[in-house]
């Protein structure tokens, strides 16, 4: 089941959180780690920017056909995902 879209933005700042201050002792190469890490960060920050221009575009009367066409999915999928973010900007 889809998880909604303040789930998957909460879930993204849990896990930079905890990767923030996390230095691994037990491997010798922490790089690929440091590059998790990093990528969860922008996950985070691709979400939210997603998020906002998700709310621009419906506030400019963009349907949300047209919204679920630009992310790769259905109309209906869009307006599920982001209708609460759309509503509440």
């Given at each position: ?21 996390h ?53 209906e ?13």
């Amino acid at each position: 089941m889809p998880r909604s879209l303040q789930e998957i933005l909460e879930h993204a700042d849990q896990l930079e959180r905890r990767f923030a201050d996390h230095e691994p002792a037990d491997v010798r190469d922490a790089e690929p780690l440091h590059a998790l890490r990093d990528a969860v960060t922008e996950r985070a920050a691709t979400e939210r920017r997603i998020s906002e221009a998700v709310t621009n575009a419906r506030q400019a009367g963009v349907s949300w056909s047209a919204i679920g066409g630009m992310l790769g999915t259905s109309g209906e999928a869009a307006r599920k995902r982001y209708a609460v973010s759309a509503k509440t900007a």
